[in-house]
């Protein structure tokens, strides 16, 4: 998230660097107090404005490798000299040789400085461009059409139709499916949660289209709410009215729909046959929901306290189909996980750079099982936030479904700068 630093945060940081070095030197003393510094620098002058425990994290991280002994270490080179630029700390005579040694360095600072990977830089880009081109979209004001086209409202009536007929399916007949179910099992109770909440948006789409048809035609009036709808059609939105109803996504109309349409087969499976064995996340509505059912199955059967149960995760791209059936003892297995800022590599089972160019990879399954806190030791891992969105969480904290356990072989800075993180939804 953007906080709103200023220089007062860095004038004070600024004024207790040097009052530590002043003392240091006065004293004779040997070794600065680093670990004094990065806590008032990290957790009380900037850190007092940063709300998520992520953004802390990466907060702290960047003082971590800022702040140490090792920055005059003449054996090691500094954390961000990896974009090929040697980023250290000058040893000139006097001040104007300092000043020219700094004109020296490179206008543009790379990604790489901060940490981050060159494909940030695109992902940048991209992001400015489509926005550009989204606010573009919204400022469309033609009604008209081109010779042999068809104009504005025959668009939106086909798009409408199109959507009536061949996507809106019927609704779940909650009140039987409710009771077929003895005594609902947590999972049960989320997918009935899950049911009533599909339904709402299927009326509701149903109900909008109807009424826009109409509109269109004459018969009634055309409220704000109808005008938003059809420009959505039009431009290829997802409409507002509908995505109150449904789960956060950055996706398009078309998108969304076969989104939409996927969910629909995940609810009539799971009705008809069993609860999957492989879930798709993205395709819940509300999917942290679903895990903590998954944990209180486990805390019943298994006779463990709740407040005092967690899980933990695993991704493997050697396992044996046969082992996915052993979901009710061994967790449950989660597919449709993307990962941004860093790939899987498969051959090792572990984190690995990303390709140039490569913004987003899909994950291998990930299985998700509860355990008994007291009794969970990892080693080699990083916990990687996992978000609903490509937007991550708001300032609210919404977003944010759980964290993954992921191994690697590298320092968890290299990840953590380089904002790895794991999204249900790509846009």
Request: glycine fraction near 6%; proline fraction near 4%; charge should be negative.
């Amino acid at each position: 998230m953007s906080y709103d630093f200023n220089m007062s945060d860095y004038q004070i940081s600024y004024e207790l660097i040097s009052m530590y070095l002043k003392k240091a030197h006065d004293f004779a003393e040997e070794d600065l107090p680093y670990d004094t510094l990065r806590y008032l620098i990290g957790e009380a002058m900037y850190g007092g404005r940063v709300t998520d425990n992520k953004d802390r994290r990466v907060l702290m991280t960047y003082l971590e490798e800022y702040f140490g002994d090792f920055v005059f270490d003449t054996n090691q080179k500094f954390f961000f000299s990896q974009t090929g630029d040697d980023y250290i700390v000058p040893e000139e005579e006097n001040f104007e040789a300092t000043l020219d040694w700094i004109d020296t360095l490179p206008l543009f600072t790379a990604p790489g400085v901060f940490g981050l990977h060159s494909n940030a830089e695109i992902q940048y880009f991209n992001n400015a461009a489509k926005e550009l081109w989204l606010n573009i979209l919204e400022m469309q004001t033609s009604d008209g059409a081109g010779a042999g086209g068809i104009n504005r409202d025959e668009i939106i009536t086909n798009i409408a139709d199109e959507i009536q007929e061949k996507t809106l399916p019927e609704l779940f007949d909650e009140y039987n499916i409710r009771k077929s179910f003895d005594i609902p099992s947590p999972t049960q109770v989320v997918l009935l949660q899950e049911l009533e909440r599909y339904n709402k948006l299927i009326v509701r789409m149903k109900s909008s289209i109807a009424d826009l048809k109409r509109a269109l035609n004459g018969e009634i009036g055309m409220s704000v709410e109808l005008d938003a709808l059809g420009n959505s059609f039009f431009n290829g939105f997802l409409p507002p009215m509908w995505s109150k109803l449904a789960p956060p996504t950055l996706k398009s109309l078309v998108g969304w729909i076969a989104h939409f349409e996927r969910r629909f087969k995940q609810y009539r499976v799971w009705i008809d046959i069993e609860e999957p064995k492989v879930i798709w996340l993205s395709g819940l509505h509300i999917p942290e929901s679903y895990l903590t059912a998954l944990v209180q199955t486990t805390c019943r059967s298994k006779g463990w306290a709740l407040d005092k149960s967690t899980m933990f995760t695993n991704v493997t791209t050697h396992f044996d189909e046969k082992e996915v059936t052993k979901r009710l003892d061994q967790g449950t297995y989660v597919q449709g996980l993307y990962i941004e800022g860093a790939r899987w590599n498969g051959e090792i089972d572990c984190l690995d750079y990303q390709r140039p160019k490569e913004l987003i990879t899909e994950m291998p399954l990930m299985q998700i099982i509860p355990v008994e806190a007291n009794k969970l030791k990892l080693r080699g891992t990083i916990k990687t936030p996992v978000y609903t969105t490509q937007a991550r969480a708001n300032s609210m904290g919404v977003g944010l479904v759980f964290e993954a356990d992921l191994k690697t072989k590298q320092h968890q800075s290299h990840w953590i700068l380089q904002g790895v993180a794991l999204v249900l939804n790509t846009d």
